[in-house]
């Protein structure tokens, strides 16, 4: 073979290298990250009665999912929302009806229950967030949990 053409193949392999590269730096795949994530926040971590307390969840969801956060009363987070959904005591308090896409954040705003052995009354309790596929099959992507306390 001929310095030339080893030269021709050489600068061809260095090119074809070059634009694989490149493709893939612009191409809309995101590389840094999972395509599925929640974050659960309780703010203040310690409330007291009467008082208020804020319960934010926030991450990205790459298509359609189904975002539920619960709040228990005494029992830790199940490995599902299904099955913490079960749980004696515990509360649904997000659950948007048309999911979350995309990079979101939903908010809810709770009171303290004076008296109550629920999770807006005394005592430490557990924030559970679930999202998982939209039905029929209901897949998990992400979990996450936040603990707090009342009293």
Known sequence: ??????ATRGVRFGAGITALAIAGACSGVA???PPY???LVVKPVTTPIPGT???????LSSNRSRLRVFLNAAAPCAP???ADAALAGDI???NPAGGVLHAYVKLKALTTVHGSTGPRGGG?????AYLSSV???????????APYSIG
Do not use: D, K, Q, Y
């Open 92 to 94: 649904l308090v997000i």
């Open 80 to 82: 599902t929302a299904a």
């Open 135 to 145: 039905p029929p099959g209901a897949m998990l992507r992400a979990t996450a949990t």
């Open 124 to 128: 430490n309790h557990e924030a559970c």
């Open 1 to 6: 073979m001929s310095r030339s053409r080893r």
């Open 53 to 59: 307390f804020h319960v934010a969840a926030s991450g």
């Open 37 to 39: 994530t929640v974050h």
């Open 31 to 33: 590389l840094a990250g």
